[in-house]
């Protein structure tokens, strides 16, 4: 019998890797609380419907992408594709409109897609989200991407742009609809089969295919800025002018649509890195519908997501730093059997002090036990032999420069305090 691997399309993330995703998170919640975000976290789990009507009949998440299961009572559930249907629902379900508005929360967590696996893209994958409800402000827009452009620049990510479009309202998206499937027509069987079954149900998705004969036909197309009403259209002048005021690198993409159904008016990606190597590190925008899709109260929100391994990835490509390993500040080695009570008295003094600090459990012999606490990463080795326990010492050995010196016993853990070497 073989024994059990990980589904299709998950993995872990070990220690090597799960270190770096530490930083990642610490510095999203130190960014989400300056910027004042209080963090929600939200079941794994919804009932299917938010997700179909929240996020739209006719998006590929909900179509082809939904972890969907009946659970024992024969109710539908989902595990959650995304972050902004659960934040909307919980906004709504715990009343949060009685809150002074907008209500900024973030959250962070994995997400369930079933896509085809490939390199960097996982079925079970975490986000960092942001979401800004119970405003109409264009300048919460603003605030929502000058958010996610601080925590990239915290994390060392190069060149930040912000690449913005206005997909519209319900009172100008129809009119754009209409416009763009007039412009369509007549090369209708251009187009790819995908394409083809969007005329009808979702026209706007057309124009972010990737395909290159949908991409050539649908150079000259109406975009959604052409057809905006008048509010959209100035939502959309202050949103440009609250980024000049930030002093953020924009610029236009008419292509822009996102995926989800949900988006209006404003809709966002941040890109990083030179161009030919550039990546999408966050995608986001308003959805001032969404709460009322769902069965709520008109309830206007903006927000963004951007996915941990994509940054981590991202980090790793251009070099970033991810701050200091935390390994061992100390390796407690003990020459004999007999004293080794001694040792562990000393260990359990170095740890209640805030020392990161480990000891030999498999019977290795002196020599090894050097050995190994070189090879942990710990920056000294303390010492306990019958010389030691007898003249109340402890032996601290610098394993990066090999000097070594007598220390008082009670001295032990102040002397690695302060020596600068003290790890994270
Ligand atoms: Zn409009
Ligand atoms: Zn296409």
Request: aromatic share 8%; proline share 4%; hydrophobic share 35%.
């Given at each position: 019998?073989?024994?059990?691997?990980?589904?299709?399309?998950?993995?872990?993330?070990?220690?090597?890797?799960?270190?770096?995703?530490?930083?990642?998170?610490?510095?999203?919640?130190?960014?989400?609380?300056?910027?004042?975000?209080r963090?929600i976290h939200l079941p794994?789990?919804?009932?299917?419907?938010?997700?179909?009507?929240?996020?739209?009949?006719?998006?590929?998440?909900?179509?082809?992408?939904?972890?969907?299961?009946?659970?024992?009572?024969?109710?539908?559930?989902?595990?959650?594709?995304?972050?902004?249907?659960s934040m909307v629902r919980s906004y709504l379900e715990n009343r949060m409109d009685k809150l002074?508005?907008?209500v900024?929360l973030?959250?962070?967590?994995?997400?369930?897609?079933?896509?085809?696996?490939?390199?960097?893209?996982?079925?079970?994958?975490?986000?960092?989200?942001?979401?800004?409800m119970g405003?109409?402000?264009?300048?919460?827009?603003?605030?929502?991407?000058?958010?996610?452009?601080?925590?990239?620049?915290?994390?060392?990510?190069?060149?930040?742009?912000?690449?913005?479009?206005?997909?519209?309202?319900?009172?100008?998206?129809?009119?754009?609809?209409?416009?763009?499937?007039?412009?369509?027509?007549?090369?209708?069987?251009?187009?790819?089969?995908?394409?083809?079954?969007?005329?009808?149900?979702?026209?706007?998705?057309?124009?972010?295919?990737?395909?290159?004969?949908?991409?050539?036909?649908?150079?000259?197309?109406?975009?959604?800025?052409?057809?905006?009403?008048?509010?959209?259209?100035?939502?959309?002048?202050?949103?440009?002018?609250?980024?000049?005021?930030?002093?953020?690198?924009?610029?236009?993409?008419?292509?822009?649509?996102?995926?989800?159904?949900?988006?209006?008016?404003?809709?966002?990606?941040?890109?990083?890195?030179?161009?030919?190597?550039?990546?999408?590190?966050?995608?986001?925008?308003?959805?001032?519908?969404?709460?009322?899709?769902?069965?709520g109260?008109?309830t206007?929100?903006?927000?963004?997501?951007?996915?941990?391994?994509?940054?981590?990835?991202?980090?790793?490509?251009?070099?970033?730093?991810?701050?200091?390993?935390?390994?061992?500040?100390?390796?407690?080695?003990?020459?004999?059997?007999?004293?080794?009570?001694?040792?562990?008295?000393?260990?359990?003094?170095?740890?209640?002090?805030?020392?990161?600090?480990?000891?030999?459990?498999?019977?290795?012999?002196?020599?090894?036990?050097?050995?190994?606490?070189?090879?942990?990463?710990?920056?000294?080795?303390?010492?306990?032999?019958?010389?030691?326990?007898?003249?109340?010492?402890?032996?601290?050995?610098?394993?990066?420069?090999?000097?070594?010196?007598?220390?008082?016993?009670?001295?032990?853990?102040?002397?690695?305090?302060?020596?600068?070497?003290?790890?994270?």
């Amino acid at each position: 019998m073989s024994s059990i691997s990980a589904p299709r399309g998950v993995r872990d993330i070990l220690p090597d890797e799960s270190w770096k995703w530490e930083h990642v998170l610490d510095v999203t919640a130190r960014t989400a609380k300056d910027f004042g975000y209080r963090e929600i976290h939200l079941p794994v789990f919804e009932h299917t419907e938010l997700f179909s009507r929240g996020v739209g009949e006719t998006t590929d998440v909900v179509e082809k992408e939904m972890y969907t299961f009946e659970d024992r009572a024969g109710r539908s559930l989902t595990l959650r594709p995304e972050l902004s249907a659960s934040m909307v629902r919980s906004y709504l379900e715990n009343r949060m409109d009685k809150l002074h508005q907008p209500v900024k929360l973030w959250s962070a967590g994995p997400m369930f897609r079933y896509e085809r696996p490939q390199k960097g893209r996982y079925r079970q994958f975490w986000q960092i989200d942001f979401e800004a409800m119970g405003s109409q402000d264009p300048y919460v827009d603003v605030e929502t991407i000058a958010l996610s452009l601080e925590i990239f620049k915290r994390l060392g990510l190069s060149r930040l742009e912000v690449v913005v479009n206005s997909v519209g309202c319900p009172v100008c998206r129809p009119v754009h609809r209409e416009a763009l499937q007039d412009f369509l027509r007549p090369r209708l069987n251009d187009l790819c089969e995908t394409c083809q079954t969007r005329f009808d149900r979702n026209p706007l998705r057309i124009l972010d295919c990737k395909n290159p004969a949908c991409r050539e036909i649908t150079d000259g197309a109406p975009d959604t800025i052409s057809c905006l009403c008048d509010e959209c259209s100035s939502h959309f002048s202050e949103v440009r002018k609250g980024l000049d005021t930030i002093g953020a690198a924009v610029s236009i993409d008419k292509r822009l649509v996102r995926g989800l159904d949900y988006y209006t008016k404003t809709a966002y990606e941040v890109l990083s890195g030179d161009l030919g190597a550039q990546n999408a590190v966050c995608g986001g925008g308003r959805y001032d519908n969404l709460a009322e899709s769902i069965g709520g109260p008109h309830t206007p929100g903006v927000g963004f997501a951007a996915g941990v391994e994509r940054i981590v990835l991202t980090m790793e490509q251009q070099g970033c730093s991810f701050g200091r390993q935390p390994l061992l500040d100390a390796f407690v080695v003990c020459s004999e059997e007999g004293i080794r009570d001694e040792a562990f008295k000393l260990l359990y003094e170095l740890r209640s002090a805030g020392i990161a600090a480990d000891i030999d459990y498999s019977g290795r012999s002196f020599k090894a036990q050097f050995k190994f606490a070189g090879g942990s990463g710990a920056s000294f080795a303390c010492v306990v032999g019958p010389e030691e326990v007898s003249s109340g010492s402890v032996t601290v050995k610098d394993l990066q420069s090999g000097e070594q010196r007598q220390v008082a016993r009670g001295d032990v853990a102040s002397a690695i305090m302060t020596s600068g070497h003290k790890n994270g």
